[in-house]
């Protein structure tokens, strides 16, 4: 089955302490992202990457780190997560951005930092 | 569910009618759109895209429409059924040097009454 994996599905850490939120897809992407959803700001992208090795800031990358050494897997990486990235994360692949390719979102991950 | 929906704008709509979802996107270089569905609990969905090139694009019971002039993105869903309820988003992507870029609109909630 076509998917996309996020783990965890919940989480609840204290300000400060590494946090990873690991992404995997099992669909040969190319193309990967994580997003950020908060109350009313619908979802603002952080990272995304257009291969392995290529990855780039999306429009809040403040505080996040990301990896691609493999195709499939797409960590979030918070070195010192604050309470401001309380927040419900997903991730996406698909095989480009544009041109009628269909996106793959994950289940998210609901983080808490307290 | 997920708290996402405070201070959205609603549609709501009977069973059977149709609908009609409107976006303003705020690039105007922006040549790549996207409509996502997501339900309460899950990551977004993809419903249909177009490209700045195109005005009309019909999906099975979707019609995406697109005017460059206004900046505005509409979804059409025809026949709406209780299932279609959920917070729609636009997302819009304006290639080049922000090819990788996806900025999403802050959404709408669809609600379909029986």
């Known amino acids: 089955e076509a998917q996309v994996t996020q783990n965890p599905r919940y989480l609840i850490t204290v300000t400060g302490k590494k946090l990873t939120v690991t992404c995997s897809q099992n669909?040969?992407?190319?193309?990967m992202s994580w997003y950020r959803q908060d109350p009313g700001l619908g979802l603002r992208q952080i990272y995304y990457?257009?291969?392995?090795?290529?990855?780039d800031k999306g429009d809040v990358p403040e505080g996040y780190k990301v990896s691609r050494k493999e195709k499939r897997n797409f960590p979030l990486i918070l070195e010192s997560p604050s309470p401001n990235q309380t927040s419900l994360y997903f991730c996406?692949?698909?095989?480009?951005?544009?041109?009628?390719?269909?996106?793959?979102f994950g289940q998210g991950t609901r983080l808490t930092v307290v | 569910g997920e708290s996402v929906g405070l201070h959205l704008p609603t549609l709501s709509v009977q069973e059977g009618d149709n609908s009609i979802i409107n976006c303003a996107y705020s690039n105007s270089a922006s040549d790549y759109f996207i409509w996502y569905k997501q339900e309460s609990g899950k990551g977004p969905q993809f419903i249909i895209d177009?490209?700045?090139?195109?005005d009309k694009r019909q999906g099975q019971r979707v019609t995406v429409l697109l005017n460059k002039t206004v900046k505005h993105l509409s979804l059409q869903i025809a026949a709406t059924q209780p299932g279609d309820s959920a917070v729609y988003f636009c997302a819009e992507n304006a290639g080049g040097t922000s090819y990788g870029k996806l900025t999403f609109g802050q959404g709408t909630i669809l609600t379909v009454h029986p």
């Open positions: 669909m040969n992407h190319e193309y």
């Open positions: 177009i490209r700045s090139n195109m």
């Open positions: 996406a692949s698909s095989f480009q951005v544009g041109g009628g390719t269909e996106a793959f």
């Open positions: 990457s257009m291969n392995v090795e290529v990855t």
